[in-house]
């Protein structure tokens, strides 16, 4: 039996994925201290931790993973935050990310596949691949 989500849980649900959107990171912490989970998803299995790496927001991306979020938890396409860093070119998450775990051969394509895919050497180098 499927309940009709509360209008107030998808209004805070849409503006904690914007805070990570538009990288807030004291608010999205405070969100997540106060109970929102650090993995929520969207409708397409977008985690804030994806949404604030692919928009740039090292800070946010960081502040999420210290609570507790899931650096390689894929989306519905298979995608991962680090992935979608290396294909946006977003050098500062990429690193916030590693430093929280994050594998780069997790995902379809993976952030190894990525950065190969790309030419970019530096990130190969820095993700150990040869």
Known sequence: MSETPDPEVIELASKVFDLARTGDADALAA????????????DKGD????????????AAVTALLERGAEADRANDRG???LAGAVFKGEDAVIRALLAGGA?????TPSALDTARMFGKA?????FGAR
Request: charged share 10%; no cysteine; aromatic share 6%.
């Open 103 to 107: 594998n780069p051969e997790a995902g």
């Open 47 to 58: 985690t804030l931790v994806m949404l604030a790496a692919y928009h740039g927001h090292a």
């Open 31 to 42: 969100y997540v201290d106060a109970g929102v989970p650090a993995n929520l998803t969207n």
């Open 122 to 126: 530096e990130l190969l180098e820095l």
């Open 79 to 81: 995608q991962t935050p």
